[in-house]
């Protein structure tokens, strides 16, 4: 994963969400899922059921009114 920057880390829903709208904006994002790692290596996670997000470098300026967008919604949920 050179040149990928984690992003974002939420739950499932919200990284669906995300992750769709990336999509339509053309950008290559990544979904990691580290707590599914640690299961399948015997370990065990903190972090259970939270997904990270992860950009090229490059398309991280194009990928930042995703987040401030869902974030900026969140605010106004609250």
């Not at 259970?48 to 090229?56: D, E, P, Q």
Request: proline content about 3%; aromatic content about 12%; charged content about 25%.
């Amino acid at each position: 994963m050179l040149n990928y920057i984690k992003v974002f880390s939420g739950y499932f829903i919200d990284i669906q969400r995300i992750f769709k709208e990336l999509q339509n904006l053309n950008i290559s994002a990544i979904v990691k899922d580290e707590s599914e790692y640690a299961r399948l290596g015997g370990l065990g996670s903190p972090f259970h059921g939270i997904l990270h997000i992860h950009v090229h470098e490059d398309e991280l300026e194009r990928a930042k009114p995703v987040f401030e967008n869902f974030l900026s919604e969140l605010e106004l949920e609250y």
